[in-house]
């Protein structure tokens, strides 16, 4: 906590204080244009990754970056209600579904079940990512170690990218053409992030070109 405490105290001192015209303007309201939606995991820094400011992204974390489908949690489903006021308060142009590799919650996924019988909430949360598992199962059955668990972070995005399909409001903002849907796989190791390619059914590295010749 220790560490914490500095770092709030030296934001203040320096970086607040330099940018203390922004943040005025940024305490009446936000309007960022992007829904953010990936793993609670302490490596996976959205801001940080697409160097991004505060008020540029509407983030939402949680443990496998899972979206429960329509109907699937009747009462108090946080997640949906980020997606509900992202789309219809915030009009988001865009939500990034982002995944990553060492996925701790994709590997859950592979644990004996008396494992989890000690996590119950853990155990019945990562059911909706069960069919990345599944997928893994039918089609990858001689894969194993790293690559599997690479196969299933990727098939985990495109699953939830289905479950977020499931919503009305948001089939009828793909519908008008107001909002675009995009999976994300982001790899710690390599500082790499790839986006999913429907027309190839890949993830292909993100490259910026910014025009200038290299």
Known sequence: MEKLYKGIHEFRESYFIKEEDFFKRLSKSQKPEV????????????????????????????????????????DKNSVVAAIEFAVLVLKVKDIILCGHSDCGAMEALYMDNKELDKMPHLRDWLKIASPAKDVVNSYYRDLSGNARYRITEEENILIQLRN??????????????TLHLHGWYYDIGTGKVYSYNPGKDAFEQIVYNDGKDR
């Not at 977020?164 to 903002?173: C, L």
């Open 35 to 74: 829904l953010f939606i990936t793993c609670s995991d302490s490596r996976v820094d959205p801001n940080l990754v697409t160097q991004s400011k505060p008020g540029e992204l509407f983030i939402v974390r949680n443990v496998g970056n899972i979206i429960p489908p329509y109907d699937a949690i009747k």
């Open 164 to 177: 977020i399909e499931t919503y009305p409001f948001v089939v009828q903002a793909l519908n008008d053409a």
